[in-house]
């Protein structure tokens, strides 16, 4: 099976190169030429050869502007596809807007895949990610010996969009443990709490969560696991979901909060470094606190 990938950044390259390491055949195109040449990965001289040339499309981009444009632009994609084509967004996107282009590429007898994916940039290396997927089940079978090249769980969502569904839901709850957690470990400091000890109390109780279990052990030492999602993309991804639940009328009380907390920190100086310095910008405002004793480090 042939595959390309259009997005060999931080997250695509890494994903792309577990194919590499596999042995399987994939080649990749980004729009940003030194991106291109670091991700390690055979070069398609445009995405239109790229889409020519394999019977698998990944995507990995940012937001579903991006998405549309490689995807129904001049050129793009759809102008490129055929019966049999397998194209797997990897991406964060709009569910409508997933939706939509699983119908454009329907009518090319081309299949498309919503594939939310959790685990982050450890997660890719590891090729231990989470994939939640959207769209025609036979498809996904398919290409599920591709996926798994970086992918330890793939569960078949449903319909078309159901995938970025649970995409969105599941960065949502990623980002309010983030935020949330930050408050408490600056209270914890603030308040002259061992933190080591905090962090063992609440992976043992109620308060347990992403974070606490797998970011906080290693902030509180000064470690962030820079090379994760930044600032400015957890701010993406909650707005999104703000969105969403506007546009299906469920209401959210703790969404403003959530994004108030990420904006904020990223108008500090936070937005193009890793989301978990969020605490930082919580910590700057607790008065200059952080979690570690900086003369360590």
Same mark, same amino acid.
């Given at each position: 099976?042939?595959?390309?990938?259009?997005?060999?950044?931080?997250?695509?390259?890494?994903?792309?190169?577990?194919?590499?390491?596999?042995?399987?055949?994939?080649?990749?195109?980004?729009?940003?030429?030194?991106?291109?040449?670091?991700?390690?990965?055979?070069?398609?001289?445009?995405?239109?050869?790229?889409?020519?040339?394999?019977?698998?499309?990944?995507?990995?981009?940012?937001?579903?502007?991006?998405?549309?444009?490689?995807?129904?632009?001049?050129?793009?994609?759809?102008?490129?596809? #055929?019966? $049999? %084509?397998?194209?797997?967004? /990897?991406?964060?996107?709009?569910?409508? &807007? @997933?939706?939509?282009?699983? +119908?454009? !590429?329907?009518?090319?007898?081309?299949?498309?895949?919503?594939?939310?994916?959790?685990?982050?940039?450890?997660?890719?290396?590891?090729?231990?990610?989470?994939?939640?997927?959207?769209?025609?089940?036979?498809?996904?079978?398919?290409?599920?010996?591709?996926?798994?090249?970086?992918?330890?769980?793939?569960?078949?969502?449903?319909?078309?969009?159901?995938?970025?569904?649970?995409?969105?839901?599941?960065?949502?709850?990623?980002?309010?443990?983030?935020?949330?957690?930050?408050?408490?470990?600056?209270?914890?400091? #603030?308040? $002259? %709490?061992?933190?080591?000890? /905090?962090?063992?109390?609440?992976?043992? &109780? @109620?308060?347990?969560?992403? +974070?606490? !279990?797998?970011?906080?052990?290693?902030?509180?030492?000064?470690?962030?696991?820079?090379?994760?999602?930044?600032?400015?993309?957890?701010?993406?991804?909650?707005?999104?979901?703000?969105?969403?639940?506007?546009?299906?009328?469920?209401?959210?009380?703790?969404?403003?909060?959530?994004?108030?907390?990420?904006?904020?920190?990223?108008?500090?100086?936070?937005?193009?470094?890793?989301?978990?310095?969020?605490?930082?910008?919580?910590?700057?405002?607790?008065?200059?606190?952080?979690?570690?004793?900086?003369?360590?480090?």
């Amino acid at each position: 099976m042939r595959a390309g990938i259009i997005g060999a950044g931080n997250m695509g390259g890494r994903m792309g190169r577990r194919v590499v390491a596999a042995g399987d055949p994939i080649v990749a195109f980004d729009a940003n030429p030194e991106t291109l040449a670091e991700c390690g990965i055979e070069a398609a001289p445009s995405a239109a050869e790229l889409v020519e040339s394999v019977d698998v499309v990944l995507l990995s981009l940012p937001d579903s502007a991006v998405i549309e444009r490689v995807v129904l632009g001049e050129g793009g994609v759809l102008a490129h596809a #055929r019966v $049999g %084509l397998v194209v797997v967004d /990897l991406s964060t996107a709009d569910p409508r &807007s @997933s939706v939509r282009l699983h +119908a454009a !590429l329907a009518e090319k007898g081309a299949e498309f895949l919503d594939a939310g994916i959790s685990g982050g940039a450890a997660a890719a290396e590891k090729g231990s990610l989470t994939l939640m997927v959207g769209g025609d089940g036979d498809a996904l079978q398919r290409v599920t010996p591709l996926l798994e090249r970086f992918a330890a769980k793939i569960v078949h969502m449903g319909a078309p969009g159901s995938g970025h569904i649970t995409k969105v839901l599941n960065n949502f709850l990623n980002g309010v443990a983030l935020a949330a957690t930050s408050e408490v470990m600056v209270a914890g400091r #603030r308040a $002259g %709490l061992d933190l080591e000890r /905090l962090l063992e109390v609440l992976n043992a &109780s @109620s308060g347990v969560n992403f +974070a606490t !279990l797998n970011r906080f052990p290693k902030i509180i030492h000064g470690d962030y696991l820079e090379g994760g999602l930044t600032g400015e993309l957890m701010a993406k991804d909650i707005r999104l979901y703000l969105n969403y639940m506007a546009g299906i009328g469920v209401p959210t009380f703790s969404g403003p909060g959530c994004l108030a907390a990420f904006e904020l920190s990223n108008s500090m100086g936070y937005r193009d470094v890793i989301s978990n310095r969020v605490v930082d910008g919580i910590g700057d405002l607790a008065g200059g606190i952080r979690l570690y004793d900086e003369q360590e480090q």
